[in-house]
């Protein structure tokens, strides 16, 4: 007996110092990101500091760490997480040189394996509050997924109904069956699935990500190559869209339709038949209905894009306040969101396979990315977020092999969809039959016809479950005074979300969890203390 309560002592104790190793890591990667005279910036072998950091060392630290003070899960554990929509953010801000994007893939690494050594948040240990936020938070992570799908299968002319009925039909034979073997399976062969094309499109363009990231760093300007089909034959947008000029651009039209142009102080709008064109200037925006085709100048910066490499990998500003609050709201989001959704560790000694599938995921996410933006920063043009990745395997690689890999990519997105929805069973109504999941999974579904901003339902999905279960769960709290925490934090949330705030308190609006989970830990906290010294 004295044993094994000596062995249970240590493993709270590792489990405790690897959480720890984890706050410690992505503090170190907030600090590098947002430190005065941007030390991030510095380049070691031709790669900026903060990348290798965030994309490389910062990840496999967090893995080793983790594993080393037992972060133990499953392939389906891992999948209730790498699910879609986060994929789809990693590629979209990575692709864009976002401020945040070295974090964000630090960040959707090691929120999960904070989740997996403090042994998960228990379920719902705010009462009522909890409970509509647990589902409020898995509905809307299981929403932005189908967001993604339903584009993609837009971006290859597959309709958006058969795309949403495709996916949501096998996530709900997953959950159906309650087997976790199932959302193994699925995971796994998502995994493979999605790898095989990030790896072709290296082996095709003979390059490993980190020398690819220095040829996109080290270009004067991201702009339309020689064998660009966007300024060769042209090509028709999938969606409207309005695009941003750095440099006078000839733009020529395709075939007929209205174009508005926006230079700063006035909008004009034109009816253009095919073949003519329009001259643009610096600081012009043009606006484009969905199905116009257009043509752009070779040689010219791509409308949209950062305006260089130095740009894409080290964006101005970013060393600055403001960043730092945002970075701050990614972060928190991403944990606290990790901490209320993931299921609890296990202690299989094997089960390291959950950790590797989560870094080989979203490592190869950003990997995708990076080789996307080498190959063709004119790739997001008028498409949705994600589906433009589609279309880089067809594009390095010899047919047919080109449209098979995009084929595969494609079918790897609803494969974990399904694993991820079979992950989150648990949270949102583990019972037989599992009428709450099913409901959220088809409600989902419908929502998923009419296209929104997926990355922000994401956000909104972690963010609330950060704020109303793991916020007052992490206090310790009684089931009276966790109660108080969670509604606080809800109403909170609900508040800054969608309420109108002024520009600079933006980051509060995109990422509410900043004021609503401090709130809710610290009222839950009160309670406790006050429960005590009546005690």
Request: hydrophobic share 60%.
């Amino acid at each position: 007996m004295r044993a094994g309560y000596n062995r249970a002592v240590s493993t709270t104790a590792g489990r405790r110092a690897g959480v720890l190793a984890c706050l410690a890591l992505l503090a170190a990667g907030l600090l590098l990101a947002v430190a005065p005279g941007d030390p991030g910036a510095l380049r070691l072998g031709g790669v900026g500091l903060l990348w290798w950091y965030g994309l490389l060392a910062g990840p496999l630290a967090a893995i080793v760490l983790g594993l080393a003070c037992g972060a133990r899960a499953t392939l389906a554990a891992a999948a209730a997480w790498t699910s879609p929509a986060l994929l789809g953010l990693v590629v979209a801000r990575v692709f864009a040189g976002a401020a945040e994007a070295p974090l964000l893939v630090l960040a959707a690494v090691t929120a999960p394996l904070l989740a997996w050594l403090s042994a998960g948040t228990p379920a719902a240990p705010g009462g009522p509050p909890a409970r509509a936020a647990e589902a409020a938070g898995g509905a809307l992570v299981l929403w932005a997924s189908l967001l993604v799908l339903a584009d993609a299968g837009e971006a290859v002319e597959i309709p958006r109904w058969l795309t949403l009925a495709l996916a949501v039909a096998a996530a709900g034979a997953v959950g159906v069956a309650r087997r976790t073997a199932a959302a193994r399976v699925l995971a796994a062969l998502g995994l493979l699935a999605f790898l095989l094309p990030v790896v072709a499109a290296g082996g095709a363009l003979r390059l490993p990500p980190w020398a690819a990231w220095r040829d996109v760093a080290s270009r004067p300007a991201l702009a339309f190559a020689e064998g660009s089909a966007w300024a060769g034959a042209g090509r028709a947008l999938a969606r409207p869209a309005t695009l941003a000029f750095t440099e006078a651009h000839r733009v020529t039209a395709l075939s007929p339709g209205a174009w508005r142009v926006d230079d700063g102080t006035r909008s004009h709008e034109w009816r253009l038949e095919a073949g003519d064109s329009l001259e643009l200037r610096p600081g012009d925006r043009l606006t484009l209905e969905a199905g116009a085709a257009v043509r752009f100048e070779r040689g010219k910066r791509v409308p949209g894009a950062p305006v260089s490499g130095i740009a894409w990998a080290d964006p101005p500003g970013r060393a600055s306040a403001g960043s730092a609050l945002e970075l701050s709201g990614l972060v928190l989001t991403l944990a606290g969101g990790a901490l209320a959704l993931v299921g609890a560790p296990v202690a299989a000694p094997r089960a390291v396979v959950g950790p590797a599938l989560l870094a080989a995921l979203v490592l190869g996410a950003a990997c995708l990315a990076v080789y996307g933006v080498g190959a063709a920063p004119e790739l997001p043009l008028g498409a949705p977020p994600l589906a433009y990745a589609l279309g880089l395997p067809a594009l390095v690689v010899e047919a047919p092999w080109g449209g098979l890999l995009a084929a595969a990519l494609g079918l790897a997105l609803v494969l974990l969809f399904a694993a991820a929805a079979g992950g989150l069973r648990a949270r949102l109504g583990g019972g037989r039959p599992p009428l709450l999941w099913l409901g959220v999974l088809v409600a989902a579904g419908a929502a998923s016809v009419v296209p929104v901003d997926a990355w922000r339902v994401l956000l909104l999905g972690l963010g609330v479950a950060a704020s109303a279960v793991a916020a007052p769960a992490l206090a310790g709290a009684s089931r009276r005074a966790a109660l108080v925490g969670s509604a606080a934090g809800l109403v909170a949330f609900a508040a800054l979300a969608a309420g109108e705030l002024p520009p600079w308190a933006g980051a509060l609006g995109r990422y509410p969890a900043l004021v609503a989970a401090p709130l809710a830990w610290a009222l839950a906290r009160v309670g406790r203390v006050a429960a005590a010294r009546r005690g």
